[in-house]
């Protein structure tokens, strides 16, 4: 199978997903793959909160959209054509070890994989084991070949020639012993900040709602921390991620909500809260669910120059005119087929091996 061969093969799941988020399947038979893909995924989507409970649908099929619109052919070149990749080249055996806080978030490292011409061995976490499995299977539906090119590891990863684990900081020191002596990429907790002005428009503030709550504010991409101006009203934050109060009737998270509330209510923490979201002064980066932690600035100069010494803790900043390599408001869980995690770079890694 030839780089051509692999684009192409990796580009018809966007006919598959735009046929499922947009068609009546159930009804329409002028479809580009069998029914029962799309069947089956639908039931995917309807249970996979029972699997996991912070999968809701709302959130997978929000996943599902966003890779929808990175797996273009167009896309998909635009991606790989820098890198000059061979059709052929030396297979090697490639560990991935996925995490599962969001919806699908190791199928990056599988496609890269996959398309750099490797030999995929997944781990997939419990946490989010339905989805890729269902990916793999339409993608050897596509092109039997990479019933070749993935294997799926239940029992404890061996015979690898490079590896990809995506964890917690504690877990990334297990990775480290264990796998530090053959080529590796190993991803520790990142978060995400978004630093104000006070300039920023309505519509600003309620797209940076969609960076601090989509996935109940689980990802690496999340924003878990503001920094804002010494005068600026909060109220203007809360109006303007309030068209996500809905979040609260998620047991899981309001269950956070009310434990860390009452946390903080006990050390006699000030906090603000509006009902679905608690605001906590404090000068760390990661916040708990149904928390977001904010720093007010008298000089932006001096959190820009925070900001780039933080920069291997940080995943996003988010921003308007500030950084250079800022993500805007509301872009955050929209990244591009180019921006890697812990911004390193998977193909150009998995091409050197």
Known sequence: MNLEQRIHSLSQFQIFLNEFLNLNFQEDTDLHFP???????????ETAVHHNGWFVKENVLY????WKDCLSQENLLNWI?????????????IGIIMAGNIPMVGFHDLISVLISGHHALVKLSSNDDQLIPFFIKLLIHISPEFNNRITLIKQKLEHFDAVIATGSNNTARYFEYYFGKKPHIIRKNRTSVAVLTGKESEKDLESLGEDVLRYFGMGCRNVSKLFIPKDFDLDRFFKGVFP?????NRHKYQNNY??????????????IENGFLILK??????SPIGTLFYERYNDLNTIQNRLKEDT?????VVGRNIFESEIQFGETQKPALNQYADGIDTINFLKNL
């Open 244 to 248: 996500f109060q809905d979040v609260i």
């Open 258 to 271: 009310d434990y860390h509330k009452a946390i903080f209510l006990m050390n006699q923490d000030p906090i």
């Open 281 to 286: 002064e404090d000068q760390g980066y990661h």
């Open 312 to 316: 291997e803790k940080l995943q996003c």
């Open 81 to 93: 054509t820098p890198y000059q990749l061979k059709d052929k080249i030396e297979e090697k055996q």
């Open 63 to 66: 996943a599902l959209s966003q």
């Open 35 to 45: 029914q029962s893909f799309y069947l089956e995924l639908e039931k995917i989507t």
